[in-house]
């Protein structure tokens, strides 16, 4: 995959935090090996599926973690995000910020289920909320990030509408007050906010979400100049709006503790990653975790399975659907 294709696939912009009403009370639900019973290979399956999409794009890695974010964070984790707008209504996906959301993620989820449904007895057992989060598990361990076991027995919930997304999410011009309290609604710390944001060690922002830090009237002084120019070169004035670059210039195929190290020299490419340094709160924990991928990846798989117990659907709230892109 050349350099110039994948810079036009949409794809992971700002790290997307809900602001609402989550609660986490349902999150006893959950469990390992929650579809034992009835349907035993599922993670091998779905595990399966996920490589033969990454073996076609990398892509997909940023994608789906992205998406597996932005589904927890609105409405909590009940693959809200995958359902495709109607006549009569406008989804979560198709809300204006969904050019974040590249392709490759709903297509990674679209292509486990259909492996999942393949075998009889696992047909329409298997949430699509669950299949994400088990998705999002297996790009991790795909890109070379840690490898961790995923709680499952998530509902999918009855609702997915464009209004839902407002307010819910940290524009990239965040500082690290705002998205602290940003996360902390959803019962997440300062520190697992640190440890998500180390999601964009993969994935893709559009040039619009960093223009304003690398052109005048002033540019953004945490911004490393010599990273600063090389931006300038790939984001031109009117540029394509779906013109998009990797969010890690140095390692953007790896999932690493590479984005604590860039952000040491200046080079997050967000306003909203580059905080955490700049802030002298926050930076004791990039220096730690850029130093000590071990410390880093114990601290990301804790933060990803509480953000996984994010608004967990009942059996009154929530149900399995037949299509991930249709509410039943
Ligand atoms: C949209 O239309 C479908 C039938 O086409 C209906 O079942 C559903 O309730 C409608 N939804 C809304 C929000 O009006
Ligand atoms: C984003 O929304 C637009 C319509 O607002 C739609 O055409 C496009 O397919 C959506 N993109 C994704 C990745 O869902
Ligand atoms: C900016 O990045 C270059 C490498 O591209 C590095 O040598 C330099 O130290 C960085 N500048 C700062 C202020 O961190």
Same mark, same amino acid.
């Given at each position: 995959?050349?350099?110039?294709?994948?810079?036009?696939?949409?794809?992971?912009?700002?790290?997307?935090?809900?602001?609402?009403?989550?609660?986490?009370?349902?999150?006893?639900?959950?469990?390992?090996?929650?579809?034992?019973?009835?349907?035993?290979?599922?993670?091998?399956?779905?595990?399966?599926?996920?490589?033969?999409?990454?073996?076609?794009?990398? +892509?997909?890695?940023?994608?789906?973690?992205?998406?597996?974010?932005?589904?927890?964070?609105?409405?909590?984790?009940?693959?809200?995000?995958?359902?495709?707008?109607?006549?009569?209504?406008?989804?979560?996906?198709?809300?204006?910020?969904?050019?974040?959301?590249?392709?490759?993620?709903?297509?990674?989820?679209?292509?486990?289920?259909?492996?999942?449904?393949?075998?009889?007895?696992?047909?329409?057992?298997?949430?699509?909320?669950? +299949?994400?989060?088990?998705?999002?598990?297996?790009?991790?361990?795909?890109?070379?990030?840690?490898?961790?076991?995923?709680?499952?027995?998530?509902?999918?919930?009855?609702?997915?509408?464009?209004?839902?997304?407002?307010?819910?999410?940290?524009?990239?011009?965040?500082?690290?007050?705002?998205? *602290?309290?940003?996360?902390?609604?959803?019962?997440?710390?300062?520190?697992?906010?640190?440890?998500?944001?180390?999601?964009? *060690?993969?994935?893709?922002?559009?040039?619009?979400?960093?223009?304003?830090?690398?052109?005048?009237?002033?540019?953004?002084?945490? !911004?490393?100049?010599?990273?600063?120019?090389? !931006?300038?070169?790939?984001?031109?004035?009117?540029?394509?709006? %779906?013109?998009?670059?990797?969010?890690?210039?140095?390692?953007? %195929?790896?999932?690493?503790?590479?984005?604590?190290?860039? !952000?040491?020299?200046?080079?997050?490419?967000?306003?909203?990653?580059?905080? !955490?340094?700049?802030?002298?709160?926050?930076?004791?924990?990039?220096?730690?975790?850029?130093?000590?991928?071990?410390?880093?990846?114990?601290?990301?798989?804790?933060?990803?399975?509480?953000?996984?117990?994010?608004?967990?659907?009942?059996?009154?709230?929530?149900?399995?659907?037949?299509?991930?892109?249709?509410?039943?």
């Amino acid at each position: 995959m050349g350099a110039g294709s994948a810079r036009h696939v949409a794809a992971a912009a700002a790290l997307l935090v809900l602001a609402a009403s989550a609660t986490v009370c349902a999150a006893q639900q959950l469990r390992r090996n929650y579809y034992a019973g009835v349907c035993p290979n599922v993670e091998a399956i779905v595990r399966d599926a996920v490589t033969r999409k990454f073996r076609q794009t990398f +892509i997909t890695v940023g994608a789906t973690v992205h998406l597996f974010f932005h589904d927890c964070f609105v409405d909590g984790c009940d693959a809200s995000v995958v359902v495709a707008s109607t006549a009569n209504n406008t989804a979560e996906k198709d809300h204006p910020i969904n050019l974040s959301l590249a392709g490759d993620g709903f297509d990674t989820v679209i292509r486990a289920k259909a492996a999942v449904d393949a075998v009889p007895r696992c047909r329409n057992r298997v949430s699509c909320a669950d +299949i994400l989060a088990m998705a999002t598990r297996d790009v991790i361990a795909l890109a070379g990030g840690p490898s961790y076991a995923v709680e499952l027995g998530r509902l999918d919930g009855l609702s997915s509408t464009a209004s839902s997304v407002n307010g819910k999410l940290a524009p990239p011009s965040f500082n690290l007050d705002q998205l *602290t309290a940003l996360f902390a609604t959803n019962g997440l710390s300062q520190a697992d906010m640190i440890a998500l944001s180390a999601g964009h *060690t993969v994935g893709f922002a559009h040039c619009n979400t960093f223009s304003g830090r690398i052109r005048g009237p002033t540019l953004d002084p945490t !911004l490393n100049s010599t990273y600063a120019s090389q !931006l300038r070169a790939w984001c031109p004035p009117n540029v394509d709006q %779906r013109l998009a670059v990797s969010m890690d210039p140095v390692t953007p %195929r790896d999932f690493d503790n590479q984005f604590f190290k860039n !952000l040491q020299v200046g080079k997050g490419l967000l306003a909203s990653d580059q905080v !955490l340094y700049s802030d002298p709160r926050s930076r004791p924990t990039v220096d730690v975790w850029a130093q000590s991928s071990v410390a880093f990846n114990q601290a990301f798989v804790a933060a990803i399975t509480k953000m996984g117990r994010i608004g967990i659907k009942t059996r009154a709230q929530g149900n399995i659907r037949r299509n991930c892109a249709v509410l039943n």
